[in-house]
């Protein structure tokens, strides 16, 4: 895999529907953090170009083998890339090479497919059957004409919801937002990840707390940071840091991977003020979507968003039905 990663960088550049989460930075980076030695991978090229991939990986037992997508589990969107007039041959290729490797595996749990995964479109290998199955949602905002002031975009009441908050902020002191790049980003994904843990504690449960989780991120959000691609936003509030949000932007859409808040600082919406502001940078830079990922909590929806749904493509060969265990090994 890091063999082909500029080789891959570059195929993501060329797919108009690829994600942060299609990445090499952030499909290694996960690789390490999960212990993955040796992934599977379909890789079509055309003379010295790489223009099409599927990257997979075996879990489960001896018995019962998965072959799953790089990412399962903490990514919100997966698919193979295929450059632009290469998504058959790319479709071909992943179905004869899932013919081939069959005897490596008993079932395919490809996750989080979106409304526009060429995966949807691949046909199963002989002998064994494909059903697609409701998994997730994605809201998101779709933004029409290039509008620089979101209060414009969003619906009329989150707009008042919003001024309303940035008043109580100022009451406090000094209202700042920073957002942070690739010298500074470190210490703010560090405060992110304490603002969502101290949150998460005061709900009696635990969140991200796997080991290795922020290591992970820090070398995802290094990554971005030096392509221009990381959207890492903290508000202050009198000296204090009520929020964080980490976003990554990939062409014209926005994925809100993550936000913690201070709990003490709860009373004055910060989580508001501060997506008002990275929502309002993202249309000031010409983006038109704004993807706040899986899950359908109330706040998206007040943003205006409207669900995108997400399937999982199973292949399932006679005797062995996938069961709906999680993809954590």
């Known amino acids: 895999m890091l063999a082909l990663r500029a080789d891959w960088e570059a195929l993501c550049d060329a797919t108009p529907a690829a994600t942060p989460f299609q990445r090499p930075a952030w499909g290694i980076s996960w690789m390490r953090w999960e212990g993955i030695e040796h992934p599977r991978v379909v890789a079509v090229f055309c ?11 075996l879990w489960g037992s001896p018995q019962e083998p998965v072959l799953s997508l790089l990412g399962a589990g903490v990514s919100d969107h997966l698919d193979a890339l295929a450059a632009p007039g290469f998504e058959e041959a790319t479709l071909h290729a992943a179905r004869g ?12 749990a490809f996750d989080e497919i979106g409304p526009r995964a060429l995966l949807r479109r691949l046909p199963p290998p002989r002998g064994s ?7 997730s949602v994605c809201p998101v905002l779709v933004v029409g004409e290039r509008e620089p002031v979101v209060e414009r975009v969003v619906p009329r009441a989150q707009g008042a919801r919003l001024r309303k908050a940035r008043r109580r902020a100022e009451r406090l002191g000094l209202v700042e937002t920073l957002r942070a790049g690739a010298e500074d980003f470190p210490e703010i994904l560090r405060i992110l990840f304490a603002l969502h843990a101290r949150r998460w504690a005061s709900r ?12 992970m991120h820090e070398r995802i959000a290094g990554a ?13 509030v009198g000296g204090r ?13 926005l994925h809100l991977y993550m936000q913690g808040i201070e709990p003490e600082l709860e009373h004055v919406s910060p989580g508001v003020v501060l997506l008002g502001a990275a929502l309002e940078d ?26 995108e749904p997400n399937v999982r493509l199973c292949l399932e060969t006679p005797g062995h039905a996938l069961t709906e265990r999680p993809l954590r090994r």
Not at 47 to 57: I, K, N, R, S, T
Not at 207 to 212: A, L, Q, V
Not at 241 to 253: F, I, P, S, T
Not at 286 to 294: A, C, N, S, T
């Open 282 to 307: 993202a249309l000031a830079e010409g983006v038109r979507e704004i993807d706040f990922l899986r899950g359908t909590e109330p706040y998206k929806y007040e943003w205006g968003a409207a669900d």
């Open 224 to 236: 971005f940071a030096a392509r221009g691609m990381l959207r890492l936003y903290a508000l202050r």
């Open 129 to 135: 059957r494909a059903t697609m199955r409701e998994q």
């Open 97 to 108: 090479w899932l013919e081939e490797s069959r005897p490596s595996w008993t079932s395919c």
């Open 241 to 253: 840091y009520g929020a964080v949000v980490y976003g990554l932007r990939e062409g014209a859409r």
């Open 204 to 215: 009696g449960e635990t969140g991200m707390s796997r080991p290795g989780v922020l290591q």
């Open 47 to 57: 003379g010295a170009d790489l223009v099409g991939m599927l990257p997979a990986f």
